[in-house]
């Protein structure tokens, strides 16, 4: 059945709107979520003001979503109801050549919730299977909607491939730039240097862990 839902749906620049939004029968491969928490990410402030144009409105936004299951399409077996779930937010086509080698973050094909789709900013929002991770039950919401943050940052890493004993410099002080310094505390002996404008969130960085915070 056709579910409604109250969203924040972005019409303009610089304009949202409280409206209330249908959300049509599930797919197969799809699940229906109560979204519990959605971060505000620098890009959904960008987007909001008009500065990247990936958005079309009318759209409702939000991308670091942390929802509980509420109902299943009918080939989702793993998953029950009142699972809490973080949810991957990119969904590439899964056929072209950067998906089939493992590269779907380069698929030309991709859309995201929050951008081309339905994102977290609303009651309830749709999202396939495949986009879901299962969280305990006992995860601090505020912590489940940093997973998908927290992902990038540790794709990052795995990229970087930092050694013991490394000097690494962290430009910029905000929730990706801490997440950064949190992650590199596990680097033994690493000295860490971050610098932002903003002079708390330069003392933040020292307090957690970076040896030269400017």
């Known amino acids: 059945m056709a579910w409604k839902s109250r969203a924040a749906v972005y019409v303009e620049k610089d304009v949202l709107e409280f409206q209330e939004i249908t959300i049509e029968d599930l797919k197969p491969d799809e699940v229906l979520l109560k979204v519990l928490l959605c971060g505000v990410c620098g890009t959904d402030l960008h987007l909001f003001h008009g500065e990247v144009p990936l958005a079309k409105p009318p759209v409702v936004l939000g991308h670091e979503i942390v929802a509980e299951v509420v109902e299943l399409g009918d080939a989702v077996e793993d998953l029950k109801p009142g699972q809490r779930v973080a949810v991957d937010p990119v969904v590439p086509c899964g ?11 380069l698929c030309p094909n991709m859309k995201n919730m929050g951008y081309h789709m339905t994102g977290g900013y609303t009651q309830y929002t749709v999202a396939s299977r495949d986009r879901l991770f299962p969280l305990g039950n006992d995860m601090p919401l505020k912590a489940g909607a940093l997973v998908e943050p927290l992902a990038c940052v540790v ?28 992650m590199l505390q596990g680097v033994e002996a690493a000295e860490i240097t971050q610098v932002d404008v903003v002079p708390e969130r330069a003392e933040m960085a020292g307090e957690l862990g970076a040896r030269h915070a400017l």
């Open 155 to 182: 794709r990052g890493y795995e990229r970087l491939q930092p050694l013991p004993g490394s000097k690494v410099l962290i430009l910029g002080a905000g929730p990706i730039g801490l997440l950064w310094n949190q």
């Open 95 to 105: 056929h072209c050549e950067f998906c089939q080698s493992g590269r779907p973050n």
